[in-house]
């Protein structure tokens, strides 16, 4: 049964950097395209980036140019490098595979 560890969230300044990673496992991680998603407080979760088995991406306007998905298949690990963070980048942060959720983990982006 596939198993998706979320961490990497914590406290950041606005316009400061944080890299989220998700280890997975009981898959074989490098068959599976890969999202992260988001939730703030009250909303609904919105999709945030995604990465193919092949390696093609792709963000959601909100977070272009300043975000950078990867994947690490030797490590099955997804990564999310977030730079020029914002407050309304304030989330609690998901990797998703097909139906599959790890628990998250909260970046706060304080201003």
């Known amino acids: 049964q596939a198993q998706l560890v979320e961490s990497g969230g914590g406290l950041v300044q606005s316009g400061g950097s944080q890299r989220l990673s998700c280890l997975v496992s009981?898959?074989?991680?490098?068959?599976?395209?890969m999202s992260w998603y988001r939730q703030a407080p009250g909303k609904k979760r919105e999709w945030v980036a995604g990465?193919?088995?092949?390696?093609?991406?792709i963000y959601s306007d909100s977070v272009e140019s300043r975000f950078t998905v990867s994947r690490d298949n030797e490590r099955s690990t997804l990564y999310l490098q977030m730079n020029n963070l914002k407050p309304e980048d304030t989330a609690v942060y998901y990797c998703?595979?097909?139906?599959?959720w790890g628990q998250g983990t909260q970046v706060t982006v304080l201003s």
């Open positions: 998703n595979y097909n139906d599959v």
């Open positions: 009981g898959i074989d991680f490098s068959r599976y395209a």
């Open positions: 990465i193919t088995s092949g390696g093609k991406i």
